[in-house]
């Protein structure tokens, strides 16, 4: 069974870096065609796709973040971790990382999401 | 990248069907048969619900089927159930291992 998580500070500054980690078990990074990502929620608005990282450490960014994001893995940790610089107000929102399969290019399982406030 | 275009909602009652679209650009939606569809109840996990535009995954009811036609999927919820109400989402493989999800369609069942 795959399970995520997501952990990470809830309250930032504005300008601070966010660091989030997703821990995960029931599958290893370490399988073709296996991949982690990293999406998230503002409240009351819509999806938005930040970051993925597969198994082979290729990695992949939004193309309007990219310039604020960093996403790693420990394999040996079963851990996916997501930097993000430069924290905003407008960044508020709920943060989920998903487990993607390639067999189906969907993100099948999905943590429970980590609610983060940006605020001074 | 511009995100998909869903309605903002959509209604119907017990026992009806109702469509939801999702549409997209020759970029995304139109040059991959890659779209997903994502059932989401406020304060859980989003749920899998189709992939490639048309399949369920193992467990998801047969009531929920996807298509798609040039760059706009769609996705038909028949014999709606009060447990549909909920906001869906759909998402598109953008290329170069990019994503891109839509703006969401919340779903009230009358």
């Known amino acids: 069974q795959i399970t995520l998580k997501e952990s990470g500070p809830t309250l930032v500054k504005p300008t601070q870096t966010l660091t989030l980690t997703c821990t995960f078990s029931?599958?290893?990074?370490?399988?073709?065609?296996?991949?982690v990502a990293w999406i998230r929620q503002p409240p009351g608005k819509a999806l938005e796709w930040l970051a993925l990282?597969?198994?082979?450490?290729?990695?992949r960014y939004s193309p309007s973040l990219k310039s604020r994001l960093t996403i790693t893995k420990d394999t040996s940790k079963n851990q996916v971790v997501l930097t993000m610089t430069n924290m905003d107000p407008v960044d508020t929102a709920t943060y989920y990382c998903a487990h993607i399969s390639l067999n189906w290019y969907a993100f099948d399982i999905w943590g429970q999401g980590t609610m983060v406030t940006v605020s001074s | 990248q511009s995100a998909l275009t869903q309605p903002a909602s959509v209604s119907g009652s017990p026992g009806q069907s109702i469509t939801i679209s999702c549409t997209g650009t020759?970029?995304?939606?139109?040059?991959?048969?890659?779209v997903s569809w994502y059932q989401h109840h406020p304060g859980k996990a989003p749920k899998f619900i189709i992939y490639?535009?048309?399949k369920r995954p193992s467990g998801v009811s047969n009531r929920f089927s996807g298509s798609k036609s040039g760059n706009t999927a769609s996705l038909t919820i028949s014999g709606l159930q009060a447990e549909d109400e909920a906001d869906y989402y759909c998402?598109?493989?953008?290329?170069?291992?990019?994503?891109?999800f839509g703006g969401g369609t919340k779903l009230t069942v009358l």
């Open positions: 020759s970029s995304d939606v139109g040059s991959y048969n890659l």
């Open positions: 029931g599958f290893s990074l370490r399988t073709s065609g296996v991949g």
């Open positions: 490639e535009g048309s």
């Open positions: 990282i597969y198994w082979d450490d290729d990695k």
């Open positions: 998402c598109s493989y953008a290329g170069s291992s990019t994503w891109v």
